[in-house]
């Protein structure tokens, strides 16, 4: 149907906004109806305030934020809502229609985020028929059931956490070797590179670059590096995994990729080069597991002022003794995981767009 057989008019025509009402932690008790604040569901009750489904808009707080129950529900006083007696419209319909108004920047309190209801009554919308209403958020819904259906089941961080675990067996009768005894090179990063910084280069990897078993790429800096023993010595290698040694961040680690290879690290970073003995992926994974090589960083942290681990203390660490075919194997397999992460992150990224672009065709009439 043609959006010119739609009817002009604005929010506050077609629903009202009512107030929730207050219900503290202290005064609920425990049943089957969900309690709603601003920014979702925050506990449950045994009795609701709506009676029946409820469309839920943050008022204090997540201002704007519109959150829908299928249920009949309690919304706090930190929102407004809107079930089916409050309008005429259809719920699910009206829920999409509301998500889509930028709500969120309706802000008008300055000390503490609120949403104007008559702000939000004034905003213009096209109103089609029921039937349409309907059908819209038919299409809607699908859509982001399609969303919701690339983000489901375990992530392949938890995956690669199972494998390893599989790899080495019951945590307490794995054999343990220092880990020193396994790389055949540890450095950290230099002083005064931000002097080489540059619009060209060769990557630079700074703490805040190394995240849990992987480095992120997205804003890493360029170095024009200069040509001496320092700048040699600190040049990373595929193979070679990094871990950041202070700051409040201590602890991350990854092994370095190919579009890595030949860059650069700040003074907060360690390269560990494992020798023939050790596949870099595997000895990652180890170290960020958290009843791994996490709990031994914890350990050396304790009691310091100033967190850091020194080339002794990473050396003293301590790794399971696993044959390097296994290693090998646990790293195939984890890149076949990196291969299905990337492809379903693919279809997440198309998922997305395709709601979002529905959802801005949908109340402009072009579905």
């Given at each position: 149907?043609?959006?010119?057989?739609?009817?002009?008019?604005?929010?506050?025509?077609?629903?009202?906004?009512?107030?929730?009402?207050?219900?503290?932690?202290?005064?609920?008790?425990?049943?089957?109806?969900?309690?709603?604040?601003?920014?979702?569901?925050?506990?449950?009750?045994?009795?609701?305030?709506?009676?029946?489904?409820?469309?839920?808009?943050?008022?204090?707080?997540?201002?704007?934020?519109?959150?829908?129950?299928?249920?009949?529900?309690?919304?706090?006083?930190?929102?407004?809502?809107?079930?089916?007696?409050?309008?005429?419209?259809?719920?699910?319909?009206?829920?999409?229609?509301?998500?889509?108004?930028?709500?969120?920047?309706?802000?008008?309190?300055?000390?503490?985020?609120?949403?104007?209801?008559?702000?939000?009554?004034?905003?213009?919308?096209?109103?089609?028929?029921?039937?349409?209403?309907?059908?819209?958020?038919?299409?809607?819904?699908?859509?982001?059931?399609?969303?919701?259906?690339?983000?489901?089941?375990?992530?392949?961080?938890?995956?690669?956490?199972?494998?390893?675990?599989?790899?080495?067996?019951?945590?307490?009768?794995?054999?343990?070797?220092?880990?020193?005894?396994?790389?055949?090179?540890?450095?950290?990063?230099?002083?005064?590179?931000?002097?080489?910084?540059?619009?060209?280069?060769?990557?630079?990897?700074?703490?805040?670059?190394?995240?849990?078993?992987?480095?992120?790429?997205?804003?890493?800096?360029?170095?024009?590096?200069?040509?001496?023993?320092?700048?040699?010595?600190?040049?990373?290698?595929?193979?070679?995994?990094?871990?950041?040694?202070?700051?409040?961040?201590?602890?991350?680690?990854?092994?370095?990729?190919?579009?890595?290879?030949?860059?650069?690290?700040?003074?907060?970073?360690?390269?560990?080069?494992?020798?023939?003995?050790?596949?870099?992926?595997?000895?990652?994974?180890?170290?960020?597991?958290?009843?791994?090589?996490?709990?031994?960083?914890?350990?050396?942290q304790y009691g310091q002022t100033k967190p850091g681990l020194n080339f002794d203390q990473i050396r003293g660490m301590r790794i399971p003794q696993v044959s390097i075919q296994a290693q090998n194997s646990f790293a195939a397999a984890a890149g076949q995981l990196d291969t299905v992460e990337r492809t379903y992150s693919t279809r997440l990224a198309c998922a997305i767009e395709l709601f979002s672009s529905l959802q801005y065709r949908a109340f402009r009439g072009e579905l």
């Amino acid at each position: 149907m043609s959006a010119s057989q739609w009817q002009t008019t604005t929010v506050g025509k077609i629903c009202t906004f009512s107030y929730g009402k207050s219900l503290p932690a202290s005064s609920r008790t425990d049943g089957p109806v969900d309690v709603f604040g601003s920014n979702g569901a925050v506990g449950r009750h045994n009795h609701p305030l709506t009676s029946g489904p409820t469309i839920i808009i943050g008022r204090k707080g997540s201002v704007g934020e519109v959150h829908y129950s299928a249920a009949a529900c309690w919304p706090i006083d930190t929102t407004y809502f809107v079930e089916a007696k409050s309008t005429e419209c259809d719920l699910r319909w009206l829920y999409w229609l509301l998500a889509s108004l930028g709500l969120t920047d309706m802000n008008r309190a300055a000390a503490v985020p609120g949403l104007n209801r008559d702000d939000a009554y004034r905003l213009p919308v096209l109103l089609p028929p029921l039937d349409e209403q309907r059908r819209i958020a038919d299409v809607l819904d699908r859509a982001d059931n399609l969303v919701a259906h690339c983000t489901q089941g375990p992530s392949v961080s938890e995956l690669k956490d199972s494998l390893m675990r599989r790899t080495l067996g019951p945590f307490h009768s794995i054999e343990m070797v220092e880990l020193g005894s396994r790389l055949s090179f540890v450095t950290s990063g230099g002083r005064g590179w931000a002097r080489y910084y540059s619009a060209t280069g060769k990557p630079f990897v700074r703490s805040y670059d190394v995240k849990m078993n992987k480095v992120d790429q997205e804003s890493m800096v360029l170095v024009d590096p200069p040509n001496n023993a320092e700048a040699r010595r600190t040049e990373v290698r595929t193979g070679d995994v990094l871990l950041t040694i202070t700051g409040s961040k201590i602890g991350r680690v990854a092994p370095v990729p190919e579009s890595l290879s030949g860059g650069f690290v700040s003074q907060h970073v360690a390269i560990l080069r494992p020798n023939d003995a050790l596949n870099a992926v595997f000895l990652s994974h180890y170290l960020s597991l958290s009843d791994g090589g996490q709990r031994q960083i914890s350990r050396l942290q304790y009691g310091q002022t100033k967190p850091g681990l020194n080339f002794d203390q990473i050396r003293g660490m301590r790794i399971p003794q696993v044959s390097i075919q296994a290693q090998n194997s646990f790293a195939a397999a984890a890149g076949q995981l990196d291969t299905v992460e990337r492809t379903y992150s693919t279809r997440l990224a198309c998922a997305i767009e395709l709601f979002s672009s529905l959802q801005y065709r949908a109340f402009r009439g072009e579905l």
